[in-house]
């Protein structure tokens, strides 16, 4: 399942991104993928959700490739065709987090995610519709999104009860 979600973000992004100003992109696109690649490494011992590797991968590789490819390309796709008016952007965000929503019930009926210290689909639902606005303001202003980013990461390590050591 893991491969699938890649490939077809690969060839979304193929078909949808806007790859001739991905550079404009580029620094939000790194933004989420230091977002995986920190959440892996604050929550090492105390993950909220762990992938159960398919096909090629071990459970690493598959953190590293939706770190690394699957989530930044996805931001690609997002940043590239936001609308310009109000009413539009609301639609749009509520349908990526439909889409990621969505994905992320297949994968767990599928037995390829499961949730742990508290963590269930809705906190994924409530952390979705945080972190497309985060990724605008990042596009935007990221300086901002960086320090709002520090906040969240405080107050979820802390309602999680993540050690910050």
């Keep these: 399942m893991h491969l699938i979600v890649c490939l077809f973000t690969i060839f979304a992004a193929w078909r ?3 790859w001739q100003n991905w550079r404009k992109y580029h620094p939000t696109m790194f933004y989420i993928a ?4 920190l959440y892996e490494y604050l ?5 909220m959700w762990y992938f159960y590797p398919d096909l090629l991968f071990n459970e690493k590789i598959t953190v590293i490739i939706y770190a690394l490819v699957t989530m930044p390309l996805s931001v690609l796709i ?4 936001y609308p310009q008016t109000i009413r539009k952007q609301l639609i749009y965000l509520t349908k ?3 889409i990621y929503v969505f994905v992320e019930t297949i994968l767990h009926s599928f037995g390829r995610i499961s949730y742990q210290h508290g963590w269930n689909l809705f906190h994924s639902l409530l952390f ?8 605008l303001l990042h596009h935007k202003k990221p300086l901002w999104a960086y320090l709002v980013s520090i906040v969240i990461v405080v107050l979820l390590m802390h309602w ?5 050591s």
Excluded: E
Excluded at 160 to 164: A, E, G, N, T, V
């Design 128 to 135: 979705d519709m945080m972190m497309f606005p985060m990724l």
């Design 78 to 81: 997002f940043l590239s065709r």
């Design 43 to 47: 929550t090492r011992d105390n993950t």
């Design 34 to 37: 230091a977002g995986g690649l």
């Design 16 to 18: 949808w991104g806007d």
């Design 96 to 98: 990526w987090v439909f």
């Design 160 to 164: 999680f009860d993540i050690p910050m």
